[in-house]
C-alpha cells in the first residue's frame, strides 16, 4: 500500500512554516522525500534511514519515527521557490511506493 | 551534463501504434527505473533494472516491453497504444537497487493517445 500524506494542499505565504506528513500502515525502514515543480522531475530532496532521523537541507528539514511509522517534512519561512508537490517514498528492493503527493503553494 | 536524459520529451499518437522511449544515465548507477505518473500525479513503478536485469515487473500489461543494453540505458517499446496510457513517463536511476542515495529522475516523456 502507498504511504498516506496529509494535508493534500496547502497554501502559504512566503515566510510562513508548512508541516507535510507521510505515514504508512506498513512497517517503515527509510523513508525519502521529492519535490516536483509543475511540468518538471521530481528532484530529491533527503532519504532517512533509521528511525529518530532528523536532516536538514537549507531552510527543509524531516524528521522520521519509525515506531510510529511515520515522517514529516518541515518547511521553514517559505519562499516562492518552495512551490511544487512534494512526495514521500518508501523505499524497498528495485522500487519506492509513493505517496500521493502534498501540493504546496506560497504566495507573495 | 545530463544525469538522466530521456527523449522523446513529448509523443502525440494514435491508438493501435507502436513507440519506444529512451533512456540514458551517465552517473555510474547500477539500477534504472520506469515510474508512471498519471494525471492526478500519482507516481507508479512499472520496472526496474539492477545491472541489466530485470528485478521488478510490477503488474504491467505485456504491451510493454521494457530493455537494458547495458546498465546506462534502459529503453521502454509500447505496443498497440490504448488512450490510458496516456501519461508523463519517467526514467530514474539509483546508485543501488535500495536507493540508499534516493533517486535522479530524467526529464519525463508526456506520452497522448488519441
Known amino acids: 500500500q502507498q504511504p498516506v500524506q496529509s494535508p493534500q494542499a496547502v497554501i502559504l505565504r512566503e515566510g510562513e512554516d508548512a508541516v507535510i506528513n507521510c505515514s504508512s500502515s506498513k512497517a517503515l525502514y527509510s523513508v525519502h522525500w521529492y519535490r516536483q515543480k509543475h511540468g518538471e522531475a521530481p528532484v530529491f530532496l533527503m532519504i532517512l534511514l533509521k528511525g529518530g532521523e532528523q536532516k536538514g537541507h537549507d531552510k527543509i528539514s524531516a524528521s522520521f519515527n519509525e515506531k510510529k511509522q511515520q515522517s514529516s517534512l518541515y518547511l521553514t519561512a517559505s519562499q516562492l521557490s518552495y512551490s511544487g508537490t512534494y512526495f514521500c517514498?518508501?523505499?524497498?528492493?528495485?522500487?519506492?511506493?509513493f505517496g500521493d503527493g502534498t501540493t504546496l503553494t506560497v504566495k507573495p | 551534463d545530463t544525469a538522466v536524459s530521456q527523449t522523446p520529451k513529448y509523443l502525440v499518437t494514435q491508438m493501435g501504434n507502436d513507440k519506444s522511449i529512451k533512456c540514458e544515465q551517465n552517473?555510474?548507477?547500477?539500477?534504472m527505473y520506469w515510474y508512471k505518473q498519471d494525471s492526478k500525479k500519482f507516481l507508479k513503478i512499472m520496472f526496474s533494472y539492477n545491472n541489466k536485469e530485470l528485478i521488478i515487473n510490477e503488474t504491467v500489461p505485456n504491451r510493454f516491453s521494457p530493455k537494458s543494453p547495458d546498465k546506462a540505458h534502459l529503453n521502454l517499446h509500447i505496443n498497440s497504444l490504448e488512450l490510458g496510457d496516456s501519461a508523463v513517463y519517467f526514467c530514474?536511476?539509483?546508485?543501488?537497487?535500495?536507493?540508499?542515495?534516493?533517486?535522479?529522475f530524467g526529464s519525463g516523456t508526456r506520452l497522448t493517445v488519441v
Open positions: 552517473l555510474g548507477h547500477d539500477t
Open positions: 517514498g518508501t523505499p524497498a528492493e528495485g522500487k519506492s511506493t
Open positions: 530514474a536511476s539509483s546508485q543501488d537497487a535500495m536507493a540508499h542515495y534516493g533517486y535522479t
